[in-house]
């Protein structure tokens, strides 16, 4: 689920507080400070790992190996001043994201169309659906989840309950998806009397904020 940015920015200056008091003492640590010293380390790979997106260049420093603790400790807690950075000027989504989200909305303003100047509910409730299960699987392979199972596709009802365990969105998300899938499939069966074309028009708004809030 995304983190609040206000909330990853008072966690960030925690830890870097923390960094900060460890480096003053450096020349003069004690066998209790070298315990805190490998806490702060332990602290800054969590962090990373919470806070950075998933397949950033942040999360790769993850991987070095080091010879000393303090080389460690220089080198994550330059990844967490720039992390938090990039958290301070909203530069953490990608360009490949922001191109997704506008043609999430590309296509969500066709469906808008297609209901308000058309008046036709059902095609405009499957592509709105068309672009909500695109954009799951987008969101499954940004979060490293699988989108296939036993060679074949996985249903969007899956890559859904696979997203919330993956700590994507929360449950109410995974429920609201879930009522969108059914307007969706309503749709695809011809079985016109189970929606409205409010709910589609509600569905339709509903996805514009999805898609831009978790982006993929």
């Known amino acids: 689920m995304p983190i609040d940015k206000q909330v990853a920015l008072t966690q960030i200056d925690d830890v870097l507080g923390e960094w900060s008091q460890v480096q ?36 790769s420093i993850l991987r070095n190996q080091y010879g000393n603790y303090y080389d ?32 999430c909305s590309d296509f969500l303003g066709m469906a808008e169309y297609i209901l308000q100047d058309e008046n036709l509910k059902q095609p405009a409730a499957v592509l709105a659906g068309g672009v909500l299960e695109e954009h799951l699987r987008k969101l499954c392979n940004k979060y490293g989840v699988a989108t296939t199972a036993n060679g074949k596709p996985k249903r969007a009802d899956t ?8 700590g994507c969105y929360g449950l109410n998300e995974q429920k609201q998806v879930v009522a969108w899938l059914g307007i969706r499939n309503s749709a695809a069966h011809a079985k016109y009397d189970e929606f409205d074309e409010d709910q589609v ?16």
């Open 24 to 59: 003053q003492r450096m020349d003069s640590l004690s066998d209790g400070e070298e315990i805190h010293e490998r806490t702060v380390i332990a602290r800054m790979r969590a962090l990373i790992t919470r806070l950075a997106p998933p397949g950033s260049a942040y999360i």
């Open 72 to 103: 460690e400790m220089l080198d994550l807690a330059g990844v967490v001043q720039a992390l938090r950075a990039d958290y301070r000027t909203d530069c953490l989504q990608s360009f490949r994201e922001l191109l997704n989200t506008e043609l």
């Open 159 to 166: 890559m859904n309950s696979d997203l919330r365990t993956a």
């Open 201 to 216: 028009r509600n569905m339709i708004g509903g996805l514009r904020d999805f898609t831009s809030k978790y982006s993929a």
